[in-house]
């Protein structure tokens, strides 16, 4: 179970550092929430996977200069290791591909992550596809963010 647990907020690690444009997300407090979508994590009951899905925000802080140049760490999920295989952040829209490590797995995970964002907010889809005890694995969630102010506390 605790694999399944991790995985949740691991679908919406996004991927690393390549581009941004103009407005990108403002620096400053922000808030986010996961929901799970949907799950099939081999070994683990669908009982248990949606019993891990807490929905609770989680808030972390966006510096001036990660807003410059690497906004999408909003998109990172708690404790996943992540390495850009793909990254874009402009128009409005985020398009992202990483292979994240987490403790739980064996191999790497690799995470594809689509939406939408502006100066104050995101909202995204991510699908995250890998293996567990040899067998697949696949975890979809949808993300929101919002920009709380400026002040990081």
Do not use: N
């Amino acid at each position: 179970m605790q694999g399944a647990a991790y995985l949740i907020p691991l679908a919406f690690a996004g991927a690393a550092a390549t581009a941004a444009t103009a407005p990108g997300p403002q620096a400053g407090r922000w808030t986010h929430v996961t929901q799970l979508v949907s799950a099939d994590i081999p070994g683990v009951p669908e009982t248990l996977i949606r019993a891990a899905d807490k929905r609770e925000p989680r808030t972390t802080c966006l510096t001036a200069k990660q807003a410059a140049a690497t906004p999408q760490v909003l998109l990172h999920a708690p404790g996943a290791t992540c390495s850009s295989r793909s990254y874009t952040l402009a128009a409005g829209k985020i398009r992202g591909q990483s292979l994240c490590r987490v403790k739980e797995l064996e191999t790497p995970v690799k995470t594809v992550t689509t939406g939408t964002y502006s100066a104050k907010g995101y909202v995204t889809r991510s699908v995250t596809t890998g293996t567990r005890g040899g067998r697949p694995l696949k975890v979809v969630t949808a993300t929101s963010g919002k920009w709380l102010g400026t002040a990081c506390r």
